[in-house]
């Protein structure tokens, strides 16, 4: 069997990393800028700490700030126009996951351009070119969109999360600069962070794991265990945020290669269909689907418990499986995620539609235990 493991070609980490954009730029032969990010973070003046790097550097910008927290087909139409009239050369993603993923998009569409009607993105597009080049700098810890192949539009018609899968679209450099995340809200903190610990432990029992990605998963999950709660309760703590944000990336370097399964398969359509914070629904599905898997990924659960210190000496798997799973449950309740769906005013009517949409994701597959409609439809019951 042959595994592949793409990342990008240069990444940065530590607080005040954004420094190095105009050196970057000038060693790319880049001219302007095409700013993806949203209206809250240039109101916040989080953006700023970007863009003084570029006036700095008297380096041009054009900011394109129309962008919804779950991107649409109709967000990316807008800015692949935006940027072909910008004049701009590449693409500087500033954000979550929405940023980022609209970047992508944009980027792709702009030197793939038959792809232009953005449905036809879904899944596993066979792209002939690379992206414009972007280069992503991420705002909160959880995503890790700038270090992945993958991206989620919602196609607003049909009322479903589009999953794209592309080598050609991780972007070209990362800057992990834990400073853009000190005003992140407490809530926003702890839903991106449990995305992140949803990402580690899928990404270590999904079908397509090995030992180089169990290797990244094992360590992300032992971070956020660690860092998180602090990070959600003391915001301007310097070592939790960057810890987070060093975490949230190793994350994503194995996910983003091995795939992910049924709790982003069940949150996808949550957040398409409700607008359900896909952290908050991953989350608060997360250990639901894990008690679920306990049988396909019992040595790996036992892995898990060790990582987020909750192991004891002579527990069987079993116990040591449990211990893992009600670590991540309390974890969850420490930050303060919802519990259940009627929380989110989710409906039980609702549940039967929801899990046809999961059963179509193309994360499921992953899964590493097989799920039928049936499957599915009893874990939404048991969430609800």
Same mark, same amino acid.
Not at 148 to 164: A, F, G, P, R, S
């Given at each position: 069997?042959?595994?592949?493991?793409?990342?990008?070609?240069?990444?940065?980490?530590?607080?005040?990393?954004?420094?190095?954009?105009?050196?970057?730029?000038?060693?790319?032969?880049?001219?302007?800028?095409?700013?993806?990010?949203?209206?809250?973070?240039?109101?916040?003046?989080?953006?700023?700490?970007?863009?003084?790097?570029?006036?700095?550097?008297?380096?041009?910008?054009?900011?394109?700030?129309?962008?919804?927290?779950?991107p649409t087909v109709?967000?990316?139409?807008?800015?692949?126009?935006? !940027?072909?009239?910008?004049?701009?050369?590449?693409?500087?993603?500033?954000?979550?996951?929405?940023?980022?993923?609209?970047?992508?998009?944009?980027?792709?569409?702009?030197?793939?351009?038959?792809?232009?009607?953005?449905?036809?993105?879904?899944?596993?597009?066979?792209?002939?070119?690379?992206?414009?080049?972007?280069?992503?700098?991420?705002?909160?810890?959880?995503?890790?969109?700038?270090?992945?192949?993958?991206?989620?539009?919602?196609?607003?018609?049909?009322?479903?999360?589009?999953?794209?899968?592309?080598?050609?679209?991780?972007?070209?450099?990362?800057?992990?600069?834990?400073?853009?995340?000190?005003?992140?809200?407490?809530?926003?903190?702890?839903?991106?962070?449990?995305?992140?610990?949803?990402?580690?432990?899928?990404?270590?029992?999904?079908?397509?794991?090995?030992?180089?990605?169990?290797?990244?998963?094992?360590?992300?999950?032992?971070?956020?265990?660690?860092?998180?709660?602090?990070?959600?309760?003391?915001?301007?703590?310097?070592?939790?945020?960057?810890?987070?944000?060093?975490a949230q990336y190793?994350?994503?370097?194995?996910?983003?290669?091995?795939?992910?399964?049924?709790?982003?398969?069940?949150?996808?359509?949550?957040?398409?269909? !409700?607008?359900?914070?896909?952290?908050?629904?991953?989350?608060?599905?997360?250990?639901?689907?894990?008690?679920?898997?306990?049988?396909?990924?019992?040595?790996?659960?036992?892995?898990i418990a060790k990582?987020?210190?909750?192991?004891?000496?002579?527990?069987?798997?079993?116990?040591?499986?449990?211990?893992?799973?009600?670590?991540?449950?309390?974890?969850?309740?420490?930050?303060?995620?919802?519990?259940?769906?009627?929380?989110?005013?989710?409906?039980?009517?609702?549940?039967?539609?929801?899990?046809?949409?999961?059963?179509?994701?193309?994360?499921?597959?992953?899964?590493?235990?097989?799920?039928?409609?049936?499957?599915?439809?009893?874990?939404?019951?048991?969430?609800?």
């Amino acid at each position: 069997m042959v595994n592949r493991f793409v990342l990008n070609e240069v990444s940065y980490f530590g607080p005040g990393a954004r420094e190095v954009l105009p050196k970057e730029i000038a060693r790319l032969g880049l001219h302007k800028a095409f700013v993806a990010t949203d209206k809250d973070l240039i109101k916040f003046g989080v953006a700023d700490k970007v863009l003084d790097v570029l006036r700095r550097a008297d380096i041009p910008y054009e900011v394109f700030s129309e962008i919804k927290p779950n991107p649409t087909v109709s967000n990316v139409k807008a800015g692949v126009k935006a !940027f072909a009239d910008s004049g701009a050369d590449f693409i500087l993603a500033i954000g979550g996951g929405s940023s980022m993923d609209t970047a992508k998009a944009i980027g792709i569409i702009t030197n793939n351009p038959e792809f232009a009607d953005v449905v036809s993105l879904e899944g596993v597009a066979d792209t002939h070119h690379k992206s414009v080049p972007v280069i992503a700098l991420p705002t909160t810890a959880g995503t890790a969109a700038e270090v992945t192949i993958n991206y989620v539009i919602t196609d607003e018609k049909n009322e479903k999360k589009m999953v794209c899968v592309d080598p050609n679209d991780i972007p070209a450099i990362a800057i992990v600069d834990a400073e853009l995340m000190y005003t992140l809200p407490r809530g926003l903190t702890a839903a991106t962070g449990m995305d992140a610990l949803t990402h580690a432990i899928e990404g270590l029992i999904t079908k397509g794991a090995w030992e180089m990605s169990d290797m990244f998963e094992i360590k992300a999950i032992d971070m956020i265990n660690r860092y998180l709660p602090t990070a959600v309760n003391e915001p301007s703590n310097a070592e939790a945020r960057n810890g987070m944000a060093v975490a949230q990336y190793i994350a994503g370097m194995a996910f983003s290669n091995v795939g992910l399964g049924a709790v982003h398969g069940m949150a996808h359509p949550l957040g398409a269909i !409700f607008d359900i914070p896909h952290g908050v629904a991953n989350a608060l599905l997360l250990p639901i689907v894990m008690e679920f898997n306990m049988p396909a990924a019992i040595e790996k659960y036992g892995e898990i418990a060790k990582a987020m210190g909750v192991y004891k000496q002579g527990m069987t798997p079993d116990e040591a499986a449990q211990a893992a799973v009600d670590a991540v449950r309390e974890l969850a309740v420490r930050v303060g995620i919802p519990q259940h769906l009627a929380e989110l005013g989710i409906k039980e009517e609702d549940l039967p539609r929801l899990a046809e949409a999961a059963m179509a994701d193309v994360c499921t597959p992953g899964n590493p235990r097989d799920v039928t409609y049936d499957d599915i439809l009893a874990l939404y019951k048991k969430a609800y």
